[in-house]
């Protein structure tokens, strides 16, 4: 099992950007589909992006497309989520995932084994 540690959250201005990383340990980080979901006050976690093992595939949620970027360094074991124009909609705190099958890329949070404790992300308007 991979042990991940989000770091990078914070308050930022509406259409400004953050970039979240997310540290594996523990297992063989390039093995795993990666993802990244978010959870807003009041409201249930939902995905926000997943990149494959190798980093060739990548799939976004509706909400975040064209604006969020999601790569991986598997020398570094790390998974970032660079996050430009953001919203207030976007506040929420952003979970990073590991899962062992490719079909995680979907973004099932059922096929996502291994969590982080999460990181805070505040946009404000």
């Known amino acids: 099992q991979v042990q991940l540690v989000e770091s990078g959250g914070g308050l930022v201005q509406a259409g400004g950007s953050l970039r979240l990383s997310c540290a594996a340990s523990?297992?063989?980080?390039?093995?795993?589909?990666m993802g990244w979901f978010r959870q807003a006050p009041g409201k249930e976690r939902e995905f926000a992006a997943a990149i494959s093992w190798s980093g060739g595939s990548t799939n976004y949620a509706d909400s975040v497309k064209g604006r969020f970027s999601i790569s991986r360094d598997n020398a570094k074991n790390t998974v970032y989520l660079q996050m430009n124009s953001l919203k207030p909609e976007d506040t929420a705190v952003y979970y990073c995932?590991?899962?062992?099958?490719?079909?995680?890329?979907?973004?099932?949070?059922?096929?996502?084994?291994?969590w982080g404790q999460g990181t805070q992300v505040t946009v404000s308007s």
């Open positions: 523990g297992s063989t980080f390039n093995s795993y589909t």
């Open positions: 995932a590991a899962g062992s099958r490719y079909s995680a890329i979907v973004g099932s949070e059922t096929d996502f084994r291994s």
